[in-house]
């Protein structure tokens, strides 16, 4: 639940513009140890040291930068392959290999989990090249999309959000808002969770032990980038009126001190009336949210508290602000759930005790912005990519141009052929049949390029078995859709027993589907975009 950096975390943010011997700035209490086994001033990565040194964050990155730079570049990327780039949390050894590199390239639009882009920004050298592929692709015609989110929940999501990018404070894409709860009040206990991935949880506020600051650090706090957001489960152990008052921060760097954004008082309406909750702390026709998409929020522009909503579910571009004094969040009864077994969920009492529950609307941990960040599922903007790729290789390396643009034009026939495959496979697939039911929000650019409908995801709540109605709805669209099957990312298994279930009990195929990351057995990305129209066309295909 602390959010206080551990020592390794502060190693990694510690900036470091050198490529100096032990990586002293880095990891300076293994300096010691690595001078006893030869401290070589070397790329931690390199089989070569004369060549360029590109480190990317993500594997489908490493593959495309690898393709351009061929054996004139040494490629190797932060998060591994079977990783998921939203929640991987970089090493020691990462932070390491980021100080000897030339050029950096992420994805960025908030595809990565935040300590992965600032291990970067913080270790790379001043003369490195840093390029965020999703934004600069756009003047390579990269086409982007905004997220969609899937609005399948009876009761409001709650999500925390830092709006804006903070440019008047100076804030940068490793800056901080921290929100941290400060004070709650209510006839029980209140927790705001996430759950991961792979069904562990991280607990963020948690009243049921106070909120004294240590050190300098409250234990209930969640840092965000700028411009972000994250969906969050919340649980009230009684029915009654609550409020939680929340304190915003803005750190823009590691080493400056916090700029105070302020605070203020929420109110919920768990288990009654609204009118209840409004009469008790005196808000006169109070906005009810109750369905929809809503955020407590950090304004970066206005440096004050609010609350952002739409009823809709929508992103940034259709909420409407309100003061925190205007608003009443209801819990309803059909909020009510059971706490389910686990260890990782033994904070909020005992396996089978009834809670209220606003559930995590998206599987997994989830900070992002309003952009769909995979844009590489349509294969016109990985092309995209290769030739921002190209010409950044060749402004770091000028010597090898035209070794660089020989690879790229050789590389874009491939990736030209790809288009046309996914293009003609998917084209295959009967124009009734061509609806995509996941796991993951990951596959927008997809279905936009190429004929498909995402028809829906899991379950929009991965922290508890999913309710009646819930599962009703995904059988309902599986069965309306008439579907012959489903799709399921290999990295995400541990999470989609549901979706495994429903597809059973309907008598529909489980079939797989890359969205984030290579395997084992799919290690390059016109392969995984090959496979994916393969599996595609053969399962969607009666």
Same mark, same amino acid.
């Given at each position: 639940?602390?959010?206080?950096?551990?020592?390794?975390?502060?190693?990694?943010?510690?900036?470091?513009?050198?490529?100096?011997?032990?990586?002293?700035?880095?990891?300076? $209490?293994?300096?010691?140890?690595?001078?006893?086994?030869?401290?070589?001033?070397?790329?931690?990565?390199?089989?070569?040291?004369?060549?360029?040194? %590109?480190?990317?964050?993500?594997?489908?990155?490493?593959?495309?930068?690898?393709?351009?730079?061929?054996?004139?570049?040494?490629?190797?990327?932060?998060?591994?392959?079977?990783?998921?780039?939203?929640?991987?949390?970089?090493?020691?050894?990462?932070?390491?290999?980021?100080? #000897?590199?030339?050029?950096?390239?992420?994805?960025?639009?908030?595809? &990565?989990?935040?300590?992965?882009?600032?291990?970067?920004?913080? =270790?790379?050298?001043?003369?490195?090249?840093?390029?965020?592929?999703?934004?600069? +692709?756009?003047?390579?015609?990269?086409?982007?999309?905004?997220?969609?989110?899937?609005?399948?929940?009876?009761?409001?999501?709650?999500?925390?959000?830092?709006?804006?990018?903070?440019?008047?404070?100076?804030?940068?894409?490793?800056? &901080?808002?921290?929100?941290?709860?400060?004070?709650?009040?209510?006839?029980?206990?209140?927790?705001?969770?996430?759950?991961?991935?792979?069904?562990?949880?991280?607990?963020?506020?948690?009243?049921?032990?106070?909120?004294?600051?240590?050190?300098? *650090?409250?234990?209930?706090?969640?840092?965000?980038?700028?411009?972000?957001?994250?969906?969050?489960?919340?649980?009230? !152990?009684?029915?009654?009126? #609550?409020?939680?008052?929340?304190?915003?921060?803005?750190?823009?760097?590691? !080493?400056?001190?916090?700029?105070?954004?302020?605070?203020?008082?929420?109110?919920?309406?768990?288990?009654?009336?609204?009118?209840?909750?409004? +009469?008790?702390?005196?808000?006169?026709? $109070?906005?009810?949210?109750?369905?929809?998409?809503?955020?407590?929020?950090?304004?970066?522009?206005?440096?004050?508290?609010?609350?952002?909503?739409?009823?809709?579910?929508?992103?940034?571009?259709?909420?409407?602000? #309100?003061?925190?004094?205007?608003?009443?969040?209801?819990?309803?009864?059909?909020?009510?759930?059971?706490?389910?077994?686990?260890?990782?969920?033994?904070?909020?009492?005992?396996?089978?005790?009834?809670?209220?529950?606003?559930?995590?609307?998206?599987?997994?941990?989830?900070?992002?912005?309003?952009?769909?960040?995979?844009?590489?599922?349509?294969?016109?903007?990985?092309?995209?990519?290769?030739?921002?790729?190209?010409?950044?290789?060749?402004?770091?390396?000028? &010597?090898?141009?035209?070794? *660089?643009?020989?690879?790229?034009?050789?590389?874009?026939? &491939?990736?030209?052929?790809?288009?046309?495959? %996914?293009? =003609?496979?998917?084209?295959?697939?009967?124009?009734?049949?061509?609806?995509?039911? !996941?796991?993951?929000?990951?596959?927008?650019?997809?279905?936009?390029?190429?004929?498909?409908?995402?028809?829906?995801?899991?379950?929009?709540?991965?922290?508890?078995? $999913?309710?009646?109605?819930?599962?009703?709805?995904?059988?309902?669209?599986?069965?309306?859709?008439?579907?012959?099957? %489903?799709?399921?990312? $290999? =990295?995400?298994?541990?999470?989609?027993?549901?979706?495994?279930?429903?597809?059973?009990?309907?008598?529909?195929?489980? /079939?797989?589907?890359?969205?984030?990351?290579?395997?084992?057995?799919?290690?390059? #990305?016109?392969?995984?975009?090959?496979? =994916?129209?393969?599996?595609?066309?053969? /399962?969607?295909?009666?």
């Amino acid at each position: 639940m602390a959010t206080q950096p551990p020592p390794w975390g502060r190693l990694m943010a510690t900036p470091n513009h050198k490529k100096v011997k032990c990586l002293a700035a880095v990891a300076l $209490p293994f300096c010691g140890l690595l001078l006893l086994v030869g401290c070589a001033n070397k790329p931690a990565f390199a089989a070569n040291p004369e060549r360029l040194q %590109v480190i990317t964050t993500t594997g489908i990155i490493r593959d495309l930068a690898q393709h351009v730079g061929g054996e004139l570049v040494d490629v190797i990327s932060l998060v591994p392959d079977n990783g998921d780039p939203h929640s991987y949390q970089p090493t020691l050894r990462d932070a390491r290999n980021v100080v #000897y590199a030339d050029v950096a390239f992420s994805n960025y639009a908030m595809l &990565e989990e935040q300590s992965v882009i600032k291990t970067l920004d913080a =270790n790379l050298p001043d003369d490195a090249i840093s390029v965020s592929l999703a934004e600069e +692709a756009i003047k390579y015609a990269a086409e982007i999309i905004p997220l969609v989110e899937n609005v399948n929940l009876d009761t409001v999501w709650l999500g925390l959000r830092a709006q804006g990018a903070g440019e008047s404070y100076g804030a940068t894409r490793t800056s &901080e808002v921290l929100l941290s709860a400060i004070a709650a009040t209510g006839p029980g206990d209140i927790y705001a969770y996430l759950t991961g991935s792979f069904g562990n949880t991280e607990i963020y506020f948690d009243s049921s032990n106070g909120f004294e600051a240590a050190n300098g *650090y409250r234990d209930d706090s969640m840092s965000l980038p700028a411009d972000a957001h994250t969906h969050l489960s919340w649980v009230f !152990t009684r029915s009654g009126v #609550y409020t939680i008052t929340l304190q915003a921060k803005l750190k823009v760097s590691d !080493t400056s001190k916090p700029l105070d954004l302020g605070q203020a008082t929420y109110t919920f309406a768990v288990g009654v009336q609204p009118a209840q909750a409004a +009469a008790e702390v005196g808000i006169v026709d $109070p906005v009810i949210l109750d369905q929809g998409h809503a955020d407590l929020t950090a304004n970066l522009d206005t440096g004050q508290l609010e609350v952002r909503f739409d009823p809709a579910g929508g992103g940034e571009h259709s909420q409407r602000a #309100y003061a925190a004094n205007q608003v009443i969040i209801e819990v309803p009864t059909k909020a009510m759930a059971e706490i389910p077994a686990g260890e990782q969920f033994r904070f909020l009492g005992r396996p089978g005790e009834q809670v209220y529950q606003l559930a995590q609307a998206v599987l997994g941990k989830h900070v992002h912005g309003e952009i769909d960040p995979h844009l590489w599922q349509n294969v016109r903007n990985a092309i995209a990519y290769v030739q921002l790729i190209r010409d950044t290789l060749i402004g770091a390396d000028p &010597e090898h141009a035209a070794a *660089y643009v020989t690879n790229t034009n050789t590389y874009l026939k &491939e990736l030209e052929a790809t288009d046309d495959y %996914v293009r =003609n496979t998917i084209a295959q697939i009967p124009a009734q049949n061509r609806y995509l039911i !996941t796991t993951h929000d990951a596959f927008g650019y997809l279905a936009n390029a190429y004929g498909l409908n995402v028809a829906g995801f899991v379950t929009p709540n991965p922290a508890t078995e $999913p309710s009646l109605s819930e599962r009703r709805k995904l059988s309902e669209t599986i069965r309306s859709l008439n579907v012959p099957a %489903v799709f399921l990312e $290999p =990295n995400l298994v541990a999470r989609a027993s549901t979706l495994v279930q429903v597809a059973n009990e309907q008598g529909v195929k489980v /079939c797989p589907i890359y969205g984030d990351t290579f395997s084992d057995t799919v290690t390059s #990305y016109t392969q995984m975009m090959r496979f =994916n129209a393969d599996s595609l066309r053969d /399962c969607l295909t009666p």
